[in-house]
């Protein structure tokens, strides 16, 4: 029986075989090695990364495509939503670090890479298809139009490339907008930060974009009566992830 997409999941189930076997290229899955999918939906990047694997765990919500993947002999299905999954937990019974991957739906994308952010240090890497402009931002460089709040909490963790162009066209039903795969390796040493502070830090700043950051970032400081020569006269676009991250090692309690 075929499949209906369901709105309120976000489904967009990938059908082109050329930009599958790209993904999977990407990826490059090896024998035995640890992975994850999320939100396998109707198996089409599930079947060739199994191949490949022997064995893989698949997180899906749907209950009608969970019952269908239970049927596949190589999956470990995990029916939930994956905003409630402990990926530390997953990686207690696995041989090594998890690599992550999976078509994200376009609705919750970001609260996963925050979800996912707090499990960093089971993951090998991560491959995820998601909206390009998601993406663009994600991967942004300071003083540019994309750089915001999504950039400088991913970018202190994590080295990101946008690694393939995926068009509506893939996808049956198509969506609205372009997609794209995004690969990202967690930083081998990263900064030693308290990060619900950086991110407070890094949305004041972002608040209001267009002005200055003495107008914003400047009374929080002045509330931690900080010091430091650190330049206000910028707008938040203009500062680059290692100075938030100074910012936020002289300020954090």
């Given at each position: 029986m075929k499949h209906i997409a369901r709105k309120r999941f976000g489904q967009h189930f990938l059908t082109d075989p050329g930009v599958i076997d790209a993904i999977v290229r990407a990826i490059d899955p090896r024998a035995a090695q640890p992975m994850v999918e999320i939100g396998p939906g109707l198996a089409a990047l599930t079947q060739p990364l199994v191949e490949r694997l022997g064995r893989l765990t698949v997180i899906e919500l749907d209950r009608d495509l969970a019952a269908r993947l239970r049927a596949h002999g190589q999956l470990d299905v995990v029916e939930s939503d994956v905003l409630k999954v402990d990926f530390t937990a997953l990686r207690a019974t696995a041989s090594g670090p998890l690599r992550v991957v999976g078509n994200l739906p376009y609705?919750?994308?970001?609260?996963?890479?925050?979800?996912?952010?707090?499990?960093?240090?089971?993951?090998?890497?991560?491959?995820?298809?998601?909206?390009?402009?998601?993406?663009?931002?994600?991967?942004?460089?300071?003083?540019?139009?994309?750089?915001?709040?999504?950039?400088?909490?991913?970018?202190?963790?994590?080295?990101?490339?946008?690694?393939?162009?995926?068009?509506?066209?893939?996808?049956?039903?198509?969506?609205?907008?372009?997609?794209?795969?995004?690969?990202?390796?967690?930083?081998?040493?990263?900064?030693?930060?308290d990060v619900k502070h950086l991110s407070e830090l890094v949305q004041v700043a972002f608040s209001q974009r267009r002005k200055l950051l003495r107008h914003t970032l400047g009374k929080w400081l002045e509330q931690r009566n900080a010091a430091g020569n650190f330049d206000l006269q910028r707008r938040a676009e203009q500062v680059p992830v290692s100075e938030f991250v100074s910012l936020a090692q002289s300020t954090q309690a």
């Amino acid at each position: 029986m075929k499949h209906i997409a369901r709105k309120r999941f976000g489904q967009h189930f990938l059908t082109d075989p050329g930009v599958i076997d790209a993904i999977v290229r990407a990826i490059d899955p090896r024998a035995a090695q640890p992975m994850v999918e999320i939100g396998p939906g109707l198996a089409a990047l599930t079947q060739p990364l199994v191949e490949r694997l022997g064995r893989l765990t698949v997180i899906e919500l749907d209950r009608d495509l969970a019952a269908r993947l239970r049927a596949h002999g190589q999956l470990d299905v995990v029916e939930s939503d994956v905003l409630k999954v402990d990926f530390t937990a997953l990686r207690a019974t696995a041989s090594g670090p998890l690599r992550v991957v999976g078509n994200l739906p376009y609705n919750i994308s970001s609260p996963i890479l925050f979800h996912l952010l707090d499990h960093v240090a089971v993951v090998q890497d991560q491959h995820f298809m998601l909206q390009k402009e998601v993406i663009d931002r994600m991967v942004a460089a300071p003083a540019t139009a994309d750089y915001g709040r999504l950039s400088v909490m991913l970018q202190w963790r994590y080295a990101m490339e946008n690694v393939l162009f995926v068009p509506p066209e893939a996808f049956d039903p198509p969506p609205r907008v372009d997609s794209a795969v995004v690969r990202m390796v967690p930083l081998p040493q990263p900064p030693v930060i308290d990060v619900k502070h950086l991110s407070e830090l890094v949305q004041v700043a972002f608040s209001q974009r267009r002005k200055l950051l003495r107008h914003t970032l400047g009374k929080w400081l002045e509330q931690r009566n900080a010091a430091g020569n650190f330049d206000l006269q910028r707008r938040a676009e203009q500062v680059p992830v290692s100075e938030f991250v100074s910012l936020a090692q002289s300020t954090q309690a």
